[in-house]
T-cell receptor, first 111, second 115 residues
Framework: DAGVTQSPTHLIKTRGQQVTLRCSPI?????VSWYQQVLGQGPQFIFQ???????GRGNFPDRFSARQFPNYSSELNVNALLLGDSALYLC??????????FGPGTRLLVL | AQSVTQLGSHVSVSEGALVLLRCNYS??????LFWYVQYPNQGLQLLLK??????LVKGINGFEAEFKKSETSFHLTKPSAHMRDAAEYFC?????????????FGQGTRLTINP
């Protein structure tokens, strides 16, 4: 079975631009979460979606938004990019209440 | 609020030696606890998890961890290190009461294996 997939793998943007990152969960998983991992730190929770509804939000500004589609795939949008948004963005999917399975991530560089 | 502290940002051991990576957590409710491994330029791979069953948890690649409530610890061990174990290791906690919506991660420990 395919794991969590994310696209693109790498992305370079300039300050002020907008970016959309995509995630496809493991087949049958209805919950998707997004995390930001800045270099040298642990991942930080951004959003969780379940059955297309937002179920949790981390301490991130309103420039960050997300949505989940009927096929349970998800997009993370970041507007008005700042240099500090440069990070590895990880998507995780979950079937039950316990374990989140992570994708390979999208590495975003903001210049 | 939940939090995780990983003691030691870098740990270096010789091949064949014991690996011990330390993790202490803070949680107002009985937590779920996880260890993930991250190889260079990759995502996170689950090593093992504690979800209120047996306190000694065995994972993949020969790793295990013991949940000690009295010490609020969940240290990761492996009896004999291999070169392939060199990676970044993250301890994480979640709140099962809130449906484990989010994972709270520690800062990570970079494990280096010396030949």
């Amino acid at each position: 079975d395919a794991g969590v997939t994310q696209s693109p793998t790498h992305l370079i943007k300039t300050r002020g631009q907008q970016v959309t990152l995509r995630c496809s969960p493991i087949s049958g998983h209805k919950s998707v979460s997004w995390y930001q991992q800045v270099l040298g730190q642990g991942p930080q929770f951004i959003f969780q979606y379940y059955e297309k509804e937002e179920r949790g939000r981390g301490n991130f500004p309103d420039r960050f938004s997300a949505r989940q589609f009927p096929n349970y795939s998800s997009e993370l949008n970041v507007n008005a990019l700042l240099l500090g948004d440069s990070a590895l963005y990880l998507c995780a999917s979950r079937l039950g209440q316990e374990t989140q399975y992570f994708g390979p991530g999208t590495r975003l560089l903001v210049l | 609020a939940q939090s995780v502290t990983q003691l030691g940002s870098h740990v270096s051991v010789s091949e064949g030696a014991l690996v011990l990576l330390r993790c202490n957590y803070s949680s107002s409710v009985p937590p779920y606890l996880f260890w993930y491994v991250q190889y260079p330029n990759q995502g996170l791979q689950l090593l093992l998890k504690y979800t209120s069953a047996a306190t000694l948890v065995k994972g993949i690649n020969g790793f295990e961890a013991e949940f000690k409530k009295s010490e609020t610890s969940f240290h990761l061990t492996k009896p004999s290190a291999h070169m392939r174990d060199a990676a970044e290791y993250f301890c994480a906690v979640s709140d099962p009461v809130q449906g484990a919506q989010k994972l709270v991660f520690g800062q990570g420990t970079r494990l280096t294996i010396n030949p």
